[in-house]
């Protein structure tokens, strides 16, 4: 497969040759409680935050105005979330979510997140984020430019083909017919086993792109991206992604 616009067939054919490229739905570590650390309280990193609330974990989260204008959402959120800063919200992550708009990545601490699982639920969007000459060339990934600002973490995508209200209504329990797949990208295999058991426990099946640099297959203008679909209509929609859209 070519950098370019290779042909449907072409592009499910390279997938499928891929060690990583399979979908499953059932974790394999035990749920236990643990702490995520929220960089960015919008609609995702809010909804995520609720879900996985839900599912038993404890959350703080930060937002670029300071903790005191969280009070309302940690209200909302309940008594396992606190509000704090970026660097404290990294500092106290066992798991961090970094859900920022592109222009704000400079922004996200470094040493506070150094060997911890980063997901990362960024697009791209020009009209927010200016051009970015590089991922407008198809020469690099969001997540690949999070995972250059932080060398020593482990960065996965994540939620980031959804729509934000859905995440917390779409989920269904493991085995149930059209379960809903989302995608994960990782050069981490131990980040994807981490968001293959999220997923599992949020509702969803898994379906793993492979590295980072294959993670634009799940992003804006692509096939996959909000679509409602099952781990094999997934696995085909991201065969079917140009590099370029």
């Known amino acids: 497969m070519t950098a370019g616009r290779p042909h449907a067939a072409d592009a499910r054919r390279w997938f499928s040759r891929q060690p990583r490229g399979e979908y499953r739905h059932s974790g394999t570590v035990e749920p236990s409680m643990t702490t995520f650390g929220f960089i960015g309280a919008g609609h995702i990193g809010s909804q995520v935050a609720r879900a996985v609330i839900a599912a038993g974990h404890d959350v703080v989260i930060a937002n670029s105005r300071g903790p ?3 009070t309302e959402l940690v209200a909302d959120l309940g008594p396992r979330a606190r509000a704090a800063t970026a660097t404290e919200a990294a500092a106290a992550a066992e798991v961090a979510v970094v859900t920022v708009p592109l222009h704000a990545l400079e922004q996200i601490p470094v040493e506070p997140l150094a060997g911890k699982v980063v997901l990362d639920t960024n697009n791209y969007y020009f009209e927010r984020d200016g051009r ?4 407008d060339r198809g020469e690099t990934t969001t997540s690949g430019m999070l995972q250059e600002h932080l060398p020593t973490s482990k960065v996965a995508k994540a939620f980031n083909h959804i729509l934000a209200s859905e995440i917390t209504t779409d989920g269904t ?3 149930t017919p059209g379960r809903r797949a989302l995608a994960t990208s990782s050069d981490h ?5 981490l968001v293959t058991d999220l997923y599992d ?6 379906v793993n ?3 980072l640099s294959e993670s634009w297959r799940v992003e804006r203008d692509r096939p996959a991206y909000v679509a409602r679909q099952t781990a094999p209509e997934l696995v085909d929609n991201l ?7």
């Open 68 to 70: 005191e204008t969280l």
């Open 132 to 135: 970015i000459e590089a991922l």
């Open 173 to 175: 329990p493991a085995g």
């Open 189 to 193: 295999p131990e980040a994807v086993e």
């Open 201 to 206: 426990q949020l509702g969803f099946d898994t």
């Open 209 to 211: 792109v492979g590295p």
């Open 239 to 245: 065969a079917k992604a140009n590099r370029l859209p």
